[in-house]
């Protein structure tokens, strides 16, 4: 697809933004209302984490199977069938009468939200070269706000109307945004892909083999999103809990402090455009680390446990937004291939954290879950380490003229 094919306004830009935003919030509805939904389907605490594994699950199996459609099929029509049938997967969570069929319409709801990577794929492509970062950061930013605002209108929601009327509402929300898109949203004619869908999956695959640069950044967003899994799956679980004992509401309302986040993003983009992304890199990273010294002081102070989240939601970020600025600089023909096999690394993180920080939780308490994370961030800064200390890193595609292979 050519990225001049459609010139990038300001408002398609911020248009695609809280098309993100609103996507990729259902992804996160779930994890203020963990501990409702627990109590409301008689599931152990122990194993209400699996609510987030099955969605990731889901949405794993979307980054193989229908992100690297957009580099093969117009991605307007693919962008507004997968909010059609997430619309639907949401209203089936609503209705959902157990467990059993809570977590597959889960794991459905994960598999549409990928629509989110078909969008900042379809934004990369539609912008010029030089801005290319800038709006990848840009339309970053309102996957970011979705992330963090999912929580805190969750919570809301949840005390008014139940967790089953936030899933109600976010359908609604979802169906409008088809239509809005359906609209707006410039088509685009894709490049022609090898053979076929079997071609375009297969090719999908060897970016692992081949991309070097692909096989770092991978790893990378593999741990931080781990880490930021185990922080945003756990944390609602002693803040439920005595002597806190806040409600869903309140617990949303943690969300707000990682809005730096959201800043980062927009920035870490400009500073990929400028070719300091692993400047950028290390430092989000060391900081990821850090933060988790504040989050291990819930008790003392929630204070605290704010400027982790801050921290943590900063860095995490950061990273996001320069992995992907690297990976699609100058690549825009295979930037659904690309997005999708980047992003099966971070929503196999996210699945892993979620699972694992529940897990700790129910067996030694929230101290674990703060030196999980720790190590698990401790884990990213040093794979980036060994990365500068072994040599120069992979560069980017945009400085290699046919390095990588779809």
């Not at 409301?40 to 229908?66: F, R």
């Not at 920035?267 to 992304?277: I, K, S, T, V």
């Not at 921290?311 to 992995?323: I, R």
Request: hydrophobic share 55%; net charge positive.
């Amino acid at each position: 697809m050519s990225s001049t094919a459609e010139p990038l306004g300001r408002g398609l830009t911020c248009l695609l933004a809280a098309a993100c935003a609103q996507a990729v919030a259902t992804v996160y509805l779930a994890q203020p209302l963990l501990a409702a939904m627990a109590l409301s389907l008689g599931v152990p605490q122990a194993q209400v984490g699996l609510v987030v594994g099955a969605t990731q699950a889901g949405y794993a199996a979307g980054l193989l199977l229908i992100v690297p459609l957009g580099d093969l099929l117009d991605r307007r029509r693919l962008i507004v069938t997968q909010l059609l049938l997430g619309a639907a997967a949401l209203l089936a969570v609503a209705l959902a009468p157990g467990w059993v069929v809570l977590l597959a319409a889960m794991a459905m709801v994960g598999l549409m939200a990928v629509v989110v990577q078909v969008m900042v794929a379809h934004a990369a492509t539609l912008a010029t070269p030089a801005r290319q970062g800038q709006v990848v950061g840009t339309v970053t930013s309102g996957v970011v706000l979705g992330i963090l605002l999912a929580r805190l209108v969750s919570g809301v929601v949840a005390d008014l109307l139940g967790w089953r009327g936030v899933y109600a509402g976010a359908a609604g929300a979802a169906l409008l945004m088809a239509l809005l898109l359906a609209w707006q949203l410039p088509a685009a004619q894709p490049r022609a892909c090898g053979d076929g869908y079997r071609a375009l999956l297969l090719s999908t695959l060897r970016l692992y083999r081949d991309d070097r640069l692909l096989r770092q950044r991978g790893v990378l967003a593999l741990l931080v999103f781990a880490a930021f899994s185990v922080l945003w799956s756990a944390m609602v679980l002693p803040l439920s809990a005595r002597p806190h004992g806040l409600g869903p509401t309140q617990v949303g309302l943690f969300g707000l402090a990682g809005i730096a986040g959201a800043l980062a993003a927009s920035r870490a983009g400009c500073w990929a455009d400028q070719g300091r992304g692993q400047r950028t890199t290390g430092w989000a990273l060391a900081l990821l680390t850090l933060s988790w010294l504040a989050s291990a002081m819930p008790g003392a102070s929630l204070l605290a446990l704010v400027a982790g989240v801050l921290l943590l939601d900063f860095a995490v970020q950061a990273v996001h937004v320069t992995n992907q600025s690297l990976l699609l600089a100058g690549r825009a023909a295979m930037a659904s291939r690309l997005i999708g096999a980047y992003m099966c690394c971070y929503s196999l993180g996210s699945g892993l954290g979620a699972v694992a920080a529940s897990w700790v939780y129910g067996q030694w308490g929230w101290g674990a879950v703060c030196v999980l994370g720790a190590a698990i961030s401790a884990g990213a800064w040093g794979c980036w380490c060994r990365q500068q200390v072994r040599g120069k890193p992979a560069p980017s595609h945009g400085e290699q003229a046919a390095g990588g292979k779809a």
